[in-house]
């Protein structure tokens, strides 16, 4: 499993060379690989999730653009490439993402619209436990070759192996500082599903369900609305209760 | 064989020692032997630091006892101390211009048989976890293209360390991950019901989660679990006052 190249990968993206930046900004190892990633796949953009059982924990980094839409549409939507990959514990390789409209209805043309054709989605993960994904995007279709995926399932490694390294520096029972805040950018969402669970009398998959519902119709990220139910300035009532505004 | 020859040599036998079930004291040594014989050194040691900062020799390149008390003694002075607590790397130190310094290390050095060394350090995400010291017979002159060499010697021997100790507890660190990241989530979720449930803001709700969980003796994981599933009603937790 721990071939050279992984290795290598990790010699790079841990960037011994460089005098580490004042501070060492939490995201800087995992942009460094999303970037590595692109460039050595080749792909078009990458990005590193967290995931949980709850779905999307939280981006670690992505490159710029399309990438970042596309972790934010699958924590939005509940559906995508990662959210697969998390779950049937395998890479997802939609080398046609056009043609994956019935797979994710709403992931689809919402990524194409934002110029993705191709999306690759590894899982990190340890045996049967499961810490997150990688996700790598092309702007034009096509399959990976045996190399490149082979690539791909290296970087993969080299990220397992980040996160398994950064827990072994966290306090007992603790995050890592890098990995809190990622999954800290998502606190709202578990905050509001346990309002909604009150609000609309219903357990927390479905509550969460309803958020995700309301904010896809909404057309807004399912963040915002979370942080609106916060807020208290977006309520919830029963099912059974017609009317869902104040 | 060129120099550039045996570099490439020595990076792929490097390389080596870290496929498959590999035994990372037998890395650290061929990196202590390979770092003298190409940095023109007579003697090398691989410091660790605990997780308590105490320095131990994990390899070396020789077992006599007065160089290896070398390494022991600079948990009180010496480079390799100075090196672990500054990140900085010291080469070339003439042993003759630190009586000052490090009195004890200087002594104790020049009866070991050598009149320099230098300390290059492991680094991990802005952090020392090691030091590689080196010890010559004859005052020494690293170029800046020695220095580096050390230092990317230092660098594979750092991710060997970094794999070992992920490959070893993998399947524990990674349990220890996902449990985190669950009750993380789970602890979110229970101060969003205990806010709506007693009319408070999320902020307040997890005062009173911690309260609770104090008085209780009780781990705030299980207390957002009881909060959750009913367990505990909120008036539990907002009764009591202060």
Known sequence: ?246 | MSREQRLAQVFVELADTLVDDFDVLELLHTLCERSVELLEADAAGLILADQRSVLHVMASTTEEAKVLELFVLQNDEGPCLDCYSTGERMVNIDLSEVEQRWPRFRDATITAGYRSTHAIPLRLRGQVIGVLNLFCVERSTLSEADVALGQALCDIATVGLLQERTVRRAEVLAEQLQSALNSRILLEQAKGVLSERAGISVDEAFVLMRRHARRNRQQLRLVAGGIIDGAIPASELTSGGD
């Open chain 1, 1 to 246: 499993m721990a071939s050279l190249r992984v290795r290598q990968i990790l010699l790079e993206v841990l960037a011994f060379d460089q005098p580490d930046p004042p501070g060492l900004e939490g995201d800087t190892v995992w942009r460094r690989l999303c970037t590595s990633a692109t460039k050595a796949v080749p792909v078009s953009g990458a990005g590193v999730a967290l995931m949980t059982p709850a779905g999307h924990g939280g981006t670690l980094a992505a490159t710029d653009g399309p990438a970042s839409v596309m972790e934010n549409l699958q924590h939005t939507l509940g559906e995508g490439p990662c959210l697969n990959a998390f779950r049937d514990q395998r890479p997802v390789l939609e080398h046609d993402l056009a043609r994956a409209a019935v797979r994710w209805p709403g992931f689809v043309p919402a990524a194409t619209e934002a110029g993705i054709a191709a999306v690759f989605a590894f899982p990190l993960q340890v045996g049967a436990i499961r810490l997150g994904v990688l996700d790598l995007y092309r702007d034009t279709p096509g399959p990976l070759d045996n190399l490149q995926l082979g690539e791909a399932l290296d970087y993969a490694a080299a990220a397992t192996t980040i996160l398994l390294d950064l827990q072994h520096d966290a306090s007992a029972g603790g995050l890592h500082p890098q990995l809190a805040d990622a999954a800290d950018s998502h606190r709202a969402i578990h905050q509001a599903t346990g309002i909604v669970t009150v609000q609309a009398s219903v357990d927390l998959n479905d509550a969460l369900l309803l958020l995700r519902a309301r904010a896809y119709a909404e057309d807004r990220s399912l963040l915002d609305l979370a942080q609106q139910v916060v807020a208290r300035k977006v309520t919830f009532h029963p099912l059974h209760a017609e009317d869902d505004h104040e």
